[in-house]
């Protein structure tokens, strides 16, 4: 949850912030810290805040998932930026290994070439 979300949503719901601390059994500081960002909330605070901000209005609700649904697509164009990257990588990999692999081959062709002339004159 952004920082901006539980000050917006509390806001909405007229608690001030000694009474969300008060309802989640915190300090008010801390949540003043949490709507500064300088600290999120644990994960226990965290599902008890969510429970208690519940209460918000639908407009709330649907911000609130607005925002993790574009999250989750950041996350997934990330994925698939890094899956394009190690495609390029793997592609350029490959190639640089076939072309090592072909010049391997044609220098022990070339050397066999060379010790089978030499048998072949000391024949």
Avoid at 34 to 60: F, H
Avoid at 94 to 107: C, F, N, P
Wanted: overall charge neutral.
């Amino acid at each position: 949850m952004k920082p901006e979300e539980i000050k917006r949503i509390r806001k909405r719901l007229k608690l001030s912030q000694g009474e969300l601390a008060q309802r989640l059994g915190v300090s008010s500081h801390s949540v003043w810290k949490w709507e500064d960002g300088r600290s999120t909330p644990s994960g226990k605070n965290l599902l008890a805040l969510y429970e208690i901000l519940s209460a918000a209005p639908v407009g709330s609700l649907q911000i609130i998932a607005a925002s993790r649904i574009g999250a989750v697509q950041q996350a997934i164009k990330s994925i698939r930026d890094i899956e394009s990257d190690i495609d390029i990588l793997e592609n350029e990999m490959l190639k640089q290994l076939t072309k090592e692999l072909l010049h391997g081959a044609d220098a022990l062709e070339s050397c066999l070439e060379s010790h089978l002339d030499a048998l072949l004159k000391a024949s």
